[in-house]
């Protein structure tokens, strides 16, 4: 199953995409459409916006340094020490964003990056889960980016600032099941910045794999349905160039995953405005 969130005619639904065509399924949540029945005409692709899968997860959660590449290029900016320790931050709700939609350069920085990810959704609840068991509890997989605003989070122990701006966490296009997938270590992510290839790595490249990092978070709290992991990131990220290659307005930046499809985003301007209330 492939489940995506659109908006057609003003409305938002979810919805099973086969091939170019959109098929709506019952439920108005995530977990009411996990087990929704398909219900209505089907819609064309073309016709509909793609959202974020889920509107707004509980949590959003990030692995650091978890490929070894990455990790050699990161020693500037993160703190590479101890690498069997699992190293984990998180996103905002409010960066939520859409596979196709446009993500703000920040105004107070000028050091935004990409970092291209598998995300994998959480479609059970888990508690102290065995590693053997942990993919039990996987909803399914998304393509990421999980955007960073490196001075902001060079700044902060937690890297928590730099990580959360809005906008700064689209994933889709859709969630794919597992079932859907066959070889799960040997998917490759690839990064692209207006056309020139910065990223590539493999599922099996990670230092800490998913089940591991599931057991791991689950010692300590409870993973919900919903919730969302950021699996880790190849090397190739603006920040490990000299000089760094920083995103700017106006760029387009694309993430692949085989057999998962792309997203791609342009980085625009964040807008001048004030909010209270």
């Known amino acids: 199953m492939r489940l995506v969130r659109f908006v057609a005619e003003g409305l938002v639904r979810f919805g099973h995409l086969e091939g170019d065509t959109v098929v709506p399924v019952a439920g108005d949540s995530f977990v009411e459409a996990l087990e929704g029945k398909e219900k209505g005409a089907p819609l064309a692709l073309s016709v509909v916006h793609l959202l974020a899968p889920v509107p707004r997860p509980g949590k959003i959660l990030g692995i650091g340094v978890n490929y070894a590449a990455h990790a050699a290029e990161s020693v500037s900016f993160i703190n590479t020490a101890k690498l069997e320790v699992q190293k984990w931050f998180n996103k905002q709700a409010t960066a939520v964003n859409g596979p196709y939609d446009p993500v703000h350069l920040p105004k107070v920085s000028g050091q935004l990056d990409y970092e291209g990810e598998l ?43 730099g990580k959360g701006f809005d906008t700064h966490a689209p994933f889709g296009p ?9 070889d799960l270590p040997g ?17 099996r490249d990670m230092i800490h794999d998913i089940a591991a990092q599931i057991e791991h978070l689950t010692a300590a709290f409870t993973l919900e349905p919903g919730d969302v992991i950021f699996t880790g990131t190849p090397a190739g990220v603006g ?8 995103l700017k307005a106006g760029d387009r930046v694309r993430i692949e995953i085989d057999g998962l499809g792309h997203i791609e985003n342009e980085i625009v301007p964040e807008p001048d405005t004030t909010r209270i209330g």
């Open 174 to 182: 859709a969630l794919v099941t597992p079932d859907e997938i066959e």
């Open 187 to 203: 998917l490759e992510v690839r990064s692209y910045v207006n056309g020139e290839q910065r990223q590539s790595g493999h599922v």
């Open 119 to 161: 995300v994998a959704v959480i479609g059970r609840h888990g508690r102290h889960v065995p590693r053997a068991r942990a993919m039990e509890i996987v909803a399914g997989f998304c393509i990421g980016c999980d955007y960073s605003v490196r001075d902001w989070q060079k700044a902060s122990q937690t890297m928590i600032m």
């Open 239 to 246: 920040a490990g160039f000299d000089p760094p290659k920083w």
